[in-house]
């Protein structure tokens, strides 16, 4: 059984950065890819970017382009989400998860951390 935990999560000014990190327990870490996901209350669930088994392999929804980086340190069984450059409307829930494939669909990711509140103030 996959556990992931996310930290990093705060308030911050507009313009500010936070760094967000999913630790991961039960399995072997380097065999998932990892994405990243975001939900504001009352929305549905928002891909923001996932990184595959290899950490060449990422991708980002056009929203965080240039602004988030995604990486993983698979000794550290952590992965991270380097956010920069943050607006008010990145405020959300951001999570974490794990699945074989990487794909931007939440349905491709088997294991779930429980969020990280991240707001963003004017």
């Known amino acids: 059984q996959v556990q992931l935990e996310e930290s990093g999560g705060g308030l911050v000014q507009a313009g500010g950065s936070l760094r967000l990190s999913c630790a991961a327990s039960?399995?072997?870490?380097?065999?998932?890819?990892v994405g990243w996901f975001r939900q504001v209350p009352g929305k549905e669930r928002e891909f923001v970017a996932f990184?595959?088994?290899?950490?060449?392999?990422?991708s980002y929804t056009d929203s965080v382009k240039g602004r988030f980086t995604i990486s993983r340190d698979n000794a550290k069984n952590t992965a991270y989400l380097q956010m920069s450059s943050l607006s008010p409307e990145d405020t959300a829930i951001y999570y974490c998860?794990?699945?074989?494939?990487?794909?931007?669909?939440?349905?491709?990711?088997?294991?779930w951390g429980r969020g990280t509140q991240v707001t963003v103030s004017s």
């Open positions: 039960g399995r072997t870490f380097s065999n998932y890819a």
């Open positions: 990184i595959g088994q290899s950490t060449s392999y990422t």
């Open positions: 998860a794990q699945g074989f494939i990487a794909m931007r669909e939440s349905s491709a990711y088997a294991y």
